[in-house]
């Protein structure tokens, strides 16, 4: 079969991204500071939002409506604590000591998006079965985005996220990976986190653009919905962590877009 090779993106496009994926590392870096016990997800939300519209950015979240979804996107977060793995939506829940709670943030700067998440270990009383199981998130991204080079295929990508979830023992999030990232949040190809048949066939190239973002589980490989039908929870109840940077791909090795 044919090998589709992702198509680049130029000099000024990168360019209207990485002002995109700084508006999103700032606005994390905010509620990174912010994120203690006691403080309501809602807060959390809220002081994002205005760290995106001062920065004269707009949320790629707030509002968005795929056609799976119930109802639109009601914040500029994704705030997922402990058994939450992805898409908890903001609400009053105040976070407690020990919480293990997962932030994704997505900001469009010139039509351009950048996409980007961090997992936080709330307070001082962590655990470390907690912190290891955000360690390895951490590394299973730094691994996919080090396999992002100029003619390597998402195989690659997903056999680098792979060997590190192994290594440590954690499962993945089925049905859930990566992306294609641009002018919109979510464009082809969906990049999985552990091998898949065809992924051979997808090549990167100098310009191609990703999101790239491992969730891991420290429990069984299934999940459930909440009744909101946005939040994705672990079906044994047992803890989660998701990280992710958007990623260009260039001659000189991979590029994190969503950095200060």
């Not at 002081?47 to 795929?66: D, H, M, V």
């Not at 119930?70 to 705030?79: D, E, K, Q, R, V």
């Not at 299973?140 to 390597?152: C, D, K, M, N």
């Not at 954690?170 to 990976?177: I, K, Q, Y």
């Amino acid at each position: 079969m044919e090998t589709t090779t992702l198509p680049p993106r130029t000099t000024l496009e990168l360019d209207a991204m990485r002002d995109a994926g700084r508006v999103v590392a700032e606005t994390l870096a905010a509620v990174r500071a912010a994120t203690v016990p006691g403080v309501k997800l809602r807060d959390l939300d809220d002081l994002a939002q205005t760290c995106i519209r001062e920065a004269g950015a707009t949320s790629s979240f707030l509002g968005y409506k795929p056609a799976w979804a119930p109802t639109a996107y009601n914040g500029a977060l994704c705030l997922s604590p402990n058994e939450v793995v992805v898409h908890g939506r903001p609400s009053g829940r105040r976070l407690h000591e020990g919480d293990v709670l997962s932030i994704d943030c997505g900001a469009i700067v010139d039509g351009w998006n950048g996409d980007a998440a961090i997992t936080l270990l709330v307070g001082e009383q962590t655990s470390e079965d907690d912190a290891r199981l955000v360690r390895a998130t951490e590394e299973a991204l730094a691994a996919g985005i080090a396999a992002s080079v100029p003619g390597a295929t998402l195989l690659d990508v997903a056999t680098a996220i792979d060997s590190v979830a192994r290594r440590y023992g954690f499962a993945h999030l089925p049905d859930h990976g990566g992306h294609g990232i641009g002018r919109s949040m979510h464009e082809p190809p969906f990049v999985p986190n552990k091998p898949m048949t065809g992924l051979d066939r997808v090549r990167l190239q100098a310009g191609s653009t990703l999101a790239i973002e491992p969730m891991l589980l420290a429990g069984e490989e299934r999940y459930k919905h909440k009744k909101d039908g946005w939040a994705v929870v672990t079906a044994d109840g047992r803890r989660a962590a998701h990280v992710e940077h958007t990623v260009a791909v260039t001659d000189d090795g991979p590029v994190v877009l969503t950095t200060v």
